[in-house]
């Protein structure tokens, strides 16, 4: 049970990083709507994901690394560097989308996002996720590749 838990935390994180891009492309090609769809989607994915992990944690389940002794500082950096960054994320992610709403909200609609009361907001948009979006992105790389290595080189320890 835990480990198909374990499969779909994964499936999703990897799956809101895809979105992710998809959202990015988006605004560069100019598309307020189809970005904000896309975001929203990523950011529902990311909770899924956090639920699913805090519920796998709760049932005490988890792998440690047996694989090769060189490797191991390596995957100790992915590992740490992962986690302390996946707590990072959602702030970031929770400023960024909360600047979007406050924005939209002043604007009223995604074509007005020029009105001065608006633009504060979009300003301060840009200025986060310049650090949300790459976060989000090795967040969901380092985890999908902790995943495949725990898949070959991990031992259940509990659960
Ligand atoms: C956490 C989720 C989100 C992320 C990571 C994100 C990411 C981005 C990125 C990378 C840009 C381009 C910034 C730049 O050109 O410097 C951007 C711009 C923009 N985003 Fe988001 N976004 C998110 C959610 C949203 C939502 C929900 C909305 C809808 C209200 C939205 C509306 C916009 C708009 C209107 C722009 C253009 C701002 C401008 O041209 O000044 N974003 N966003």
Do not use: C
């Not at 990083?17 to 307020?32: D, E, S, W």
């Not at 002043?106 to 300003?123: E, H, K, Q, S, T």
């Not at 650090?131 to 989000?136: D, H």
């Not at 985890?143 to 898949?151: N, P, T």
Request: charged share 15%; no cysteine.
């Amino acid at each position: 049970m835990a480990a198909i838990i374990n499969q779909w935390a994964v499936i999703t994180i990897v799956l809101s990083g895809i979105t992710l891009v998809i959202g990015v492309f988006f605004i560069r090609r100019g598309n307020r709507e189809a970005h904000m769809r896309a975001m929203l989607t990523a950011s529902a994915l990311a909770t899924i994901f956090l639920v699913l992990y805090l519920t796998r944690l709760g049932l005490g389940y988890e792998k440690k690394y047996v694989g090769p002794a060189e490797w191991r500082g390596a995957y100790y950096f992915l590992l740490i560097s992962h986690i302390i960054l996946a707590a990072a994320n959602l702030p970031l992610a929770v400023v960024a989308l909360w600047n979007a709403w406050k924005g939209l909200r002043a604007a009223g609609n995604l074509g007005n996002i020029g009105a001065p009361v608006a633009r504060r907001f979009f300003d301060r948009h840009r200025a986060w996720v310049r650090w949300t979006v790459p976060v989000w992105l090795y967040v969901a790389v380092t985890g999908w590749i902790i995943y495949l290595v725990l898949g070959r080189y991990g031992q259940v320890v509990q659960g």
